[in-house]
């Protein structure tokens, strides 16, 4: 049996696959649950443990411009058919990136203390200014 290497063992420039063999081609078009993820990549490892602050998500301010996926080091912006429909809290590590990039007035990914729940967050969302009638 080959042995495998540990993080610290890994020479530099090594490539590291995310998925298993099952899984060559189309990753994009398989379910995200459904996708046969390598032993080296870090899909069931949590890192949202030491997250201070969290992205909370309001659908009805994106405007889909996906910058918020685009630019998410973690890939934690869960974006389908070109939308964001959620984050992925356990892969987060509350960089806030992906609020800062957002081009909304009024942003719809907010950035909160990691205890405050999302219900609590959205009520105290900021109104949308509405366009005055000339």
């Given amino acids: 049996m080959e042995k495998l290497?540990?993080?610290d063992e890994i020479l530099p420039g090594a490539c590291l696959f995310a998925f298993g063999e099952e899984i060559k081609e189309n990753v994009a078009q398989t379910p995200r649950d459904s996708r046969k993820y390598s032993?080296?990549?870090s899909h069931q490892a949590?890192?949202?443990d030491w997250r201070v602050t969290k992205?909370?998500?309001n659908v009805d301010h994106c405007i889909n411009c996906q910058f918020c996926w685009v630019y998410c080091p973690d890939m934690s912006i869960?974006?389908?058919d070109k939308k964001m429909i959620e984050v992925d809290y356990d892969h987060c590590k509350g960089c806030g990136i992906c609020a800062e990039v957002c081009p909304t007035p009024v942003k719809s990914l907010m950035m909160v203390e990691e205890?405050?729940?999302e219900e609590e967050t959205l009520a105290?969302?900021?109104e949308k200014k509405k366009k005055e009638a000339k």
């Fill in 5 to 7: 290497l540990g993080w």
């Fill in 46 to 48: 949590h890192v949202s």
């Fill in 115 to 117: 205890f405050k729940s």
């Fill in 124 to 126: 105290a969302w900021p």
């Fill in 78 to 80: 869960i974006s389908k």
């Fill in 55 to 57: 992205p909370v998500f």
């Fill in 39 to 41: 032993d080296n990549n």
